[in-house]
T-cell receptor, first 112, second 112 residues
């Protein structure tokens, strides 16, 4: 069965550069979440979208932005990267009301 | 605000030992509760869930019961295997339903 697809799986950037992460949810899963997981940390909620509109916002820095497109895929744009942005970024998808999240395998960002 | 508290790890057990990982949640409403598992190098995946008081979620020999009176959702397994070594996250639906809130994770090591 198709799962949540994230790309790229690994990304290396320099400080002050920009990065874009992409997430392709399971078909008919209309709600997308982004989480950031630092080394040895629990996943921290960044932002979510339902039907292409932002539905909730967590600890997402102002340097980051995200959107969901008409085909329900989502992109997380990160600018002015800092060393502390190095983390695993997960996208998760669900159908509204379901509660169960389906996670992608994550995109590992390393900022040098 | 909404939160989840779980026991600190790491937890180290011998194969076939009994496992308990404690989890408590803030009692804002009656949220759905989840246990997710993260194997090394992989994304989170749902292990089990319970949607209302006294529900018991179970999967792969793991069980957890939704206890409203103690606001707990402790994870148990009667006989762990080496392959159960992973990080386990307790989670709850956030108030409003658009995000899932995770505990800090408990790393489990099972020795042969």
């Amino acid at each position: 069965a198709a799962g949540v697809i994230q790309s790229p799986r690994h990304l290396i950037k320099e400080k002050r550069e920009t990065a874009t992460l992409k997430c392709y949810p399971i078909p008919r899963h209309d709600t997308v979440y982004w989480y950031q997981q630092g080394p040895g940390q629990d996943p921290q909620f960044l932002i979510s979208f339902y039907e292409k509109m932002q539905s909730d916002k967590g600890s997402i820095p102002d340097r980051f932005s995200a959107q969901q497109f008409s085909d329900y895929h989502s992109e997380l744009n990160m600018s002015s990267l800092e060393l502390g942005d190095s983390a695993l970024y997960f996208c998760a998808a669900t159908r509204l009301g379901s509660g169960e999240l389906f996670f992608g395998e994550g995109s590992r960002l390393t900022v040098l | 605000g909404d939160s989840v508290t779980q026991m600190e790890g790491p937890v180290t057990l011998s194969e076939e030992a009994f496992l308990t990982i404690n989890c408590t949640y803030t009692a804002t409403g009656y949220p759905s509760l989840f246990w997710y598992v993260q194997y090394p190098g992989e994304g989170l995946q749902l292990l089990l869930k319970a949607t209302k008081a006294d529900d018991k979620g179970s999967n792969k020999g793991f069980e957890a019961t939704y206890r409203k009176e103690t606001t707990s959702f402790h994870l148990e397994k009667g006989s762990v295997q080496v392959s159960d070594s992973a990080v386990y996250f307790c989670a709850r639906r956030g108030t409003g339903g658009f995000k899932t809130i995770f505990g800090a994770g408990t790393r489990l090591f099972v020795k042969a």
